[in-house]
Each structure stands twice: as structure tokens, then as C-alpha cells.
């Protein structure tokens, strides 16, 4: 009887030990414990290793009991919490000596969720990523409004109907309007109508206003000679038509343009260069100008008033 009744008190003991129980101080374990202080769980104080358990070392500074394996988990871990890809891309855990993406939650406050749209667990050739799963995902990211990637392609927010492109920023900045299939493959918001470019602002701005190799370009005098810029600086003719045809742009191109312009006005830049812009080179020009009687800048240099 007497046997079975200690027995019983060695089993109540036992269950009501806090070893190997989770802890944030000595308070939380009890008397011959302590919290050992890089895996926050409760261990038996040791003087050697001898008076550990199995599989566990005594830490001779701390004089607490602890386990290899367990303490490299916990680094390990804590090495992946703090890691850039976590909060680029999610993988946050640790996983046989590599950081990896095990949770779904990981992926949603990971910087490429809030910009790309990679807000989902998916599984991949290579194991688990964070990618773009549904529309949802992409449509309030920055590409998706400024660029038109809008529809989750393999994980990742792509162009892929005229109705992102419509939408974006592109289109209405710079006329690229349509969701147009490349030769490489996947699509890409180009432009490919006279009427998108004149809603624009460069249209308006600097004269491009012809759709032609996917983009808004200057491609007409009569464009450039409404535009802003002919106006405030003298650009009221295409130049640059030639090999590269994105390259054309609306320039001066007769003296007229620029002593008519803003910019001869203003400050005296009234003489053509052939590098297609409005230069001061006179110094009536300069005594002319309005920022002569204002600001007394009457003085010839190199181009400029002063």
C-alpha cells in the first residue's frame, strides 16, 4: 500500500512540473527551474551536465539545463522572422537550414503583397510561394493603376485586358490604352489610337498626339504648333523623324519659333541652335526680356541671361 501511495505522489509530481513548459521569466516555472533565456521554456538549474535529462546540456553561464536542437530552431527562426525576404517575400520560416514560405499569412504582410499583388499561398514547381491568385489580389496594387496589370498570370499581376490598360494611369498620362500581345509573349498596354493620345496630357504638352509604334507620338507640325511647349519654348516643328521614330519630338526648327516663344519673352532666349533649342546670344535680347526689368538680369552669358 505504502508502495503504491508514493507511486501516486511521484506521478502528481510529475504532472504538475513545469519543465519543458513555455515561459517568459524565472517566475513562471517553480522551485529547482529556471527560464532558460534562448528558448523561453522552463529547465532544471544544473552545476554540470550530469544533472540534466537526456539529450540536454547544462549552459555553465546561464546554470540552466538546454537543448542544442532546440536552441538552433530558435535561432534559426528568428533569423528568417528578421529577414528581408520575409518581408519582401514572405519566407519566414525556418525549414531544414533554409527560410521558407509555410504560411499564408506570411504572404499578406509581406511588402510583395501590398505592391504586387503576391497575397497568396500557392504552390509552385519548386515548392510554396507568394503569388497573385485572383483579380482581387492585383487590382489594388501600383502596377495594376499605373501600368494595367491587373490579371494574376502564374503568381504574378500581368497585363492582359484592355479593360486594366483603359484604366491606368499609362493611359491616361500617355495614351497606352490597349492590351496588345507581344511577340515573346504576354501582353503589354500600348497605344493604337489617334483618339487616346489627344486625351492626354502629352498631347497637349509637347504634341504627341499620334498613336504609331505603340506610343504617343509627335508626328505632325500642325500638333506641335498647338501645343505647350510651342508656345512657352519655341518646339512648334517635328524633328527627328528618321531611323528611330520614337525619338521624334516637336523642336524649333526656324528662328520665328523662338523669338515668338515664351522663353524670348521671359528671358531672352530668342536665337535657334542646331541642337534644336532656344538660346540666349544677344544681348539686346537680354535687356529686352522681362527678367531684365524685373530682376535686372541684363547680362549676356553662355546661352542664359544674368
Known amino acids: 500500500m505504502r508502495l503504491w501511495l508514493m507511486l501516486l505522489l511521484s506521478i502528481l509530481a510529475f504532472g ?110 519548386f515548392g510554396l510561394f507568394c503569388g497573385a491568385a485572383t483579380d482581387e489580389h492585383c487590382r489594388p496594387t501600383e502596377e495594376c493603376k499605373k501600368q494595367g ?62 498613336a504609331s509604334y505603340g506610343y504617343c507620338l509627335a508626328t505632325k507640325d500642325e500638333d506641335c504648333r498647338q501645343s505647350k511647349a510651342c508656345k512657352e519654348e519655341g518646339s512648334c516643328a517635328v524633328t527627328g523623324l528618321g531611323y528611330r521614330p520614337t525619338d521624334s519630338r516637336c523642336s524649333p526648327t526656324k528662328q520665328k519659333h523662338c523669338r515668338e516663344s515664351e522663353l524670348c519673352k521671359k528671358k531672352g532666349k530668342c536665337t535657334r541652335r542646331k541642337a534644336g533649342y532656344c538660346s540666349a546670344r544677344k544681348i539686346k535680347d537680354c535687356r529686352q526680356s522681362e527678367e531684365c526689368k524685373k530682376k535686372g538680369e541684363c547680362r549676356l552669358g553662355d546661352g542664359f541671361c544674368y
Open 16 to 125: 504538475c512540473s513545469k519543465e519543458g513548459k513555455p515561459c517568459l521569466d524565472d517566475k513562471n516555472c517553480g522551485g529547482g527551474l529556471s527560464c532558460e533565456p534562448v528558448t523561453k521554456v522552463c529547465q532544471s538549474i544544473c552545476g554540470k551536465s550530469a544533472d540534466c535529462g537526456k539529450g540536454l546540456d547544462c549552459d555553465m553561464v546561464e546554470g540552466v539545463c538546454f537543448s542544442e536542437r532546440l536552441r538552433r530552431q530558435i535561432q534559426e527562426s528568428r533569423r528568417c522572422l528578421r529577414s528581408e525576404g520575409c518581408k519582401v517575400h514572405g519566407v519566414c520560416t525556418a525549414v531544414r537550414g533554409s527560410c521558407r514560405v509555410t504560411t499564408v499569412h506570411d504572404c499578406q504582410q509581406s511588402f510583395g503583397c501590398k505592391v504586387h499583388g503576391r497575397c497568396a499561398l500557392l504552390q509552385g514547381r
Open 149 to 210: 496589370k491587373c490579371t494574376p498570370v502564374n503568381g504574378y499581376c500581368e497585363v492582359m485586358k484592355d479593360e486594366g490598360c483603359l484604366q491606368s494611369e499609362e493611359c491616361k498620362e500617355k495614351g497606352l490604352c490597349t492590351a496588345v500581345k507581344q511577340s515573346h509573349g504576354g501582353y503589354k498596354c500600348e497605344a493604337t489610337s489617334d483618339e487616346h493620345c489627344r486625351q492626354t496630357e502629352r498631347c497637349k504638352e509637347y504634341g504627341k498626339c499620334t
